[in-house]
């Protein structure tokens, strides 16, 4: 009887921990190898979005450090397209762990936005990270397929996190997400307005360094190569004067003059691979080096500016233990292929990259839903350039004032970057001395950014201290 009774009571333990608040307790992350001790809870696992297909999105949730069950949801999705929300915003970014430098232990972000809100990270689509298909065909797919599988898993989560329905919702993410979170609050709104039940509980909508609109994106690399010194006049003003970009696509980069290709390749080329060109300021890391030090148990850490450059090795090196997948319950069909951080299946459909994404953005804002848009200064994949500009084109057809002057915003007594406001719903916002992945870059303003997007406050224009530090 002993005996039986310690087995119920171990049962008992595991309701408590993973499930007493109607948390499913089969997907409870106990502890992740090498994971300081925290007073949160993590879940991770699966979500099947078409069980006839065989095809699910893996999920990672990780509650607020405290007051959890008082905060909302943020909902964070990275790139790419086809690039990890887990390899990218939880753990390079924003979420409560970094690797360590030996690739085999954590240590805490001490600027996690679970400071403010509770966190879910998701792989999509499908043959992204851990997420699958047992269809094949569905690796052929693009954005509306995305948005679609992500709606229904967003109603198959809140099944196991029923808690969350009425709690408020975030959609948040960067770069291509440019195009995922607009089409996904598309997506809710469609749902909202034919639901005569559960409505999604949409909050506010907050995008760093986006994809909008290609033709005004693109340009905006090679402005920004000129702008910083990176290419010569001569390159910079050929280009200015003989590429239109009008009808640049992911599928035929190059449909321009002679005089227009020659010139961005010969841009292209005086960057060289001696450049990250998602941050501009920080040194490279050399993989082969990083990777044997990684085998041979050494530290891999290489500091630039205070980031770790070397992080996004590190972290595939952990990902790919066995032990953390098994933490994680993640590979659970045992993939033929090792984690990595953007997909080696997916074949996505270049022609969505051209889908100008302001009528969505209109639609989302004349729905009341504040939308923020920021970008680190630092990045010249999807320059700052772009998207101020779209952004006030953005307002102007909105028929927006001017409410918030363009100007500088402040966090710990220094400048954070630059901000202005039209018709107090749309918000754009510089971070400075930030990259592409602005978490990563400067976690500090970046979370100074988040918490004040979610406490519906403007960023502060003068230099005494806020509540957000």
């Known amino acids: 009887m002993g005996v039986g009774w310690l087995c119920v009571a ?37 979500i099947d979005v078409d069980l006839k297909a065989g095809r699910s999105l893996f999920y990672y949730f990780v509650e607020a450090d405290h007051d959890a069950d008082r905060k909302p949801l943020s909902l964070w999705l990275n790139g790419g397209p086809g690039c990890s929300s887990m390899g990218g915003g939880a753990f390079t970014e924003l979420g409560p762990f970094f690797p360590k430098g030996n690739g085999r232990g954590l240590r805490r972000n001490s600027q996690s936005w679970n400071k403010v809100s509770n966190l879910l990270f998701v792989e999509s689509p499908a043959g992204v990270g851990w997420s699958y298909s047992n ?24 099944v196991k996190f029923p808690s969350f329905k009425s709690r408020d919702l975030y959609l948040t993410g960067e770069s291509y997400a440019g195009h995922y979170i607009p ?32 033709d005004r994106d693109v340009p905006a690399v090679y402005e920004y190569y000129w702008s910083h010194g990176m290419i010569s006049d001569e390159v910079g003003l050929t280009i200015m004067k003989d590429c239109d970009f009008e009808d640049y696509t992911f599928a035929s980069p190059h449909n321009e003059s002679d005089a227009c290709n020659n010139a961005t390749s010969q841009a292209n080329s005086i960057i060289s691979e001696y450049i990250n060109n998602y941050d501009v300021i920080l040194d490279v890391c050399y993989p082969s080096l990083v990777e044997q030090e990684l085998r041979l148990k050494k530290t891999a850490t290489k500091i630039s500016f205070g980031v770790d450059v070397c992080m996004s090795l590190e972290r595939r090196f952990y990902f790919n233990l066995p032990e ?16 990595t951080m953007c997909s080696g299946v997916l074949n996505y459909n270049d022609n969505d990259g051209n889908i100008n994404i302001l009528p969505l953005l209109k639609r989302i804002i004349q729905n009341r839903i504040p939308v923020w848009i920021f970008s680190g200064d630092q990045d010249s994949v999807v320059p700052l350039l772009g998207s101020r500009t ?26 954070g970057g630059w901000v202005t406001e039209y018709g107090k719903l749309l918000t754009f916002a510089t971070v400075r001395g930030a990259a592409h992945m602005v978490p990563y870059a400067q976690p500090s303003r970046a979370l100074h950014l988040f918490t004040s997007f979610v406490h519906g ?13």
């Open 10 to 46: 171990a049962v008992l333990v595991v309701v408590l921990v993973g499930g007493g608040n109607g948390f499913p307790a089969e997907d409870l992350v106990v502890r992740l190898p090498g994971q300081p001790i925290v007073g949160f809870r993590q879940y991770a696992g699966y």
């Open 324 to 339: 953390v997948q098994r933490a994680l319950h993640a590979n659970r069909t045992k993939l033929p292929y090792s984690w």
């Open 457 to 469: 406050r403007r960023l502060p224009n003068n230099t005494r201290p806020s509540i957000d530090g």
């Open 390 to 415: 779209l952004v006030r084109e953005l307002a102007h057809d909105l028929q927006f004032k001017v409410t918030v002057p363009y100007a500088t915003w402040f966090h710990k007594g220094q400048v």
């Open 183 to 214: 089409q996904l609050a598309i997506a809710l709104l469609d749902h909202n307005a034919h639901s005569t039940g559960f409505k999604f509980n949409i909050k506010g909508v907050a995008i760093g360094n986006p994809l909008l609109k290609l």
């Open 135 to 158: 269809t094949t065909s569905d690796y052929a797919t693009g954005d509306a397929n995305t948005a679609r599988d992500m709606h229904t898993f967003l109603l198959n989560w809140y």
